[in-house]
């Protein structure tokens, strides 16, 4: 059976750390993303990710530079995401140390790129970060562009619309659920995990160690924590000790994995 992956995820505005709250990043949290990575205990969590909500397109160089210096102190897998609007941009990316490419907006706009880089990278370099957000009736409504527009798809056609362009893995966010701590939106989770055959990851509400262990019930191959791991001392240790507990598989701590940087 495989092992469940514990995430990180460092989101970044204007290359600082954020709070996000429903998808409003009302508190910056660390000033140095380097020194916010560093507070993870690297050999607890399996992978990094991290995504760039700036509003302005001008912040993409300065996430590449990001990138460059936290790929330097990084030794698990790190994927990069935000402002993906291009070829030339994702190789910079990757050549600055990201091992993988979030990609959310492209999925709509220019889906020829998404599969343009799923051929040259590997499908299991592309990330699709797949954004929900119910609507009135609570009809959950895929978004992109930091939330910004609501696009008709239903989150599963949507997850089938990834695979299909190529990515081999889902990053799934609920805008409600975000910085709401009431644990993830399990229901769409459960939704898409039933309709694609790559691995899931769940991300946005968690407050609780036990949140996690729902996601991993919900379908979900991997949970990812934001927030809460900024606020509890040696939070990542205690993550996987309780999932452990839970009788969860997942990697011990120290144990590296085969898709790690050496």
Known sequence: MLKKRLIAVLILRDGQVVQSVRFKHPNVIHYDAVHAMEAFNKWAVDEIVILNVSLESASREQFVEIIERISKHCFVPLAAGGWIDNDE??????????????????????????????????????????????????????????????????????????????????LFNSIDHDGARKGYDLESIQTICNVVSVPV??????????????????????????????????????????????????????????????
């Not at 051929?119 to 009135?136: F, H, M, P, W």
């Not at 239903?154 to 889902?170: C, S």
């Not at 949970?223 to 939070?235: G, M």
Request: hydrophobic share 45%.
């Open 89 to 170: 941009y994702a190789q910079k990316l990757l050549r600055s140390g990201a091992d993988k490419l979030v990609v959310n907006t492209a999925m709509n706009d220019d889906p020829e790129l998404v599969t343009r880089l799923a051929l040259r990278y590997g499908q299991q370099c592309i990330v699709a970060s797949i954004d929900v957000k119910r609507d009135a009736a609570g009809t959950p409504k895929i978004a992109v562009d930091r939330g910004r527009r609501i696009i008709d798809f239903t989150p599963e056609a949507w997850a089938r619309k990834a695979v299909e362009l190529g990515a081999g893995e889902i």
């Open 201 to 262: 990851i769940a991300f946005g509400g968690v407050f609780t160690w036990n949140h996690l262990v729902d996601g991993i019930n919900a379908g979900a191959s991997a949970v990812a924590v934001a927030n809460q791991f900024h606020y509890t001392e040696q939070s990542t240790r205690k993550a996987k000790t309780f999932l452990a507990n839970a009788n969860i598989l997942v990697r011990k701590q120290g144990q590296s994995l085969a898709s790690s940087k050496n």
